[in-house]
């Protein structure tokens, strides 16, 4: 079994449950992330923060870890790139600590429109380089070719 096969399996892997672990993680994710947005939106004392901060850190994990699960190319893909994006957003939160506010309606808004982006670039692999690796899904809309005889 190649690293290929292993990292990049074709087709992705079928995970159990993945729809179903998937809404509960993002639900989790998103009323930790709003109540941790809120507390530092009316300064609420960090130490209260903490919980929250903690789930949603966890929920995050646990939804990347979902999606690696089935092929690492998702890291490669727009919805990959657009969880990046909003993590580096987020690492310059301990940065920029007196700018943490804007930086977290950032991270929302990063958050917005890469989960409601078209599915053309949610799902195209944004690094060509990554292409010998990954096969990118058919185009949304084509149509296969059926091994049907015409009339």
């Known amino acids: 079994m190649g690293v290929r096969s292993v ?24 009323i930790t992330f709003g109540a941790l947005l809120g507390g530092h939106f009316f300064a609420v004392d960090a130490s209260r923060l903490v919980p929250f901060l903690i789930a949603t850190i966890a929920s995050g994990l646990g939804l990347m870890a979902l999606e690696l699960a089935s092929t690492c190319a998702w890291l490669f893909m727009g919805k990959g790139v657009s969880v990046l994006l909003k993590l580096l957003v987020l690492l310059m939160v301990s940065v920029f600590w007196e700018y ?6 950032l991270t929302v808004a990063v958050a917005s429109v890469g989960s409601h982006m078209p599915s053309r670039f949610r ?12 096969s990118e899904p058919p185009s949304f809309g084509a149509k296969e070719e059926t091994s049907l005889p015409r009339p």
Do not use: K, N
Request: hydrophobic residues 45%.
């Open 100 to 105: 943490r506010l804007p930086l977290l309606l």
């Open 123 to 134: 799902h195209r692999l944004v690094f060509p380089a990554m292409r010998p690796l990954c």
């Open 7 to 30: 990292f990049f399996p074709e087709p992705p892997r079928r995970i159990p449950q993945h729809r179903a672990l998937g809404v509960a993680l993002r639900t989790t994710h998103l």
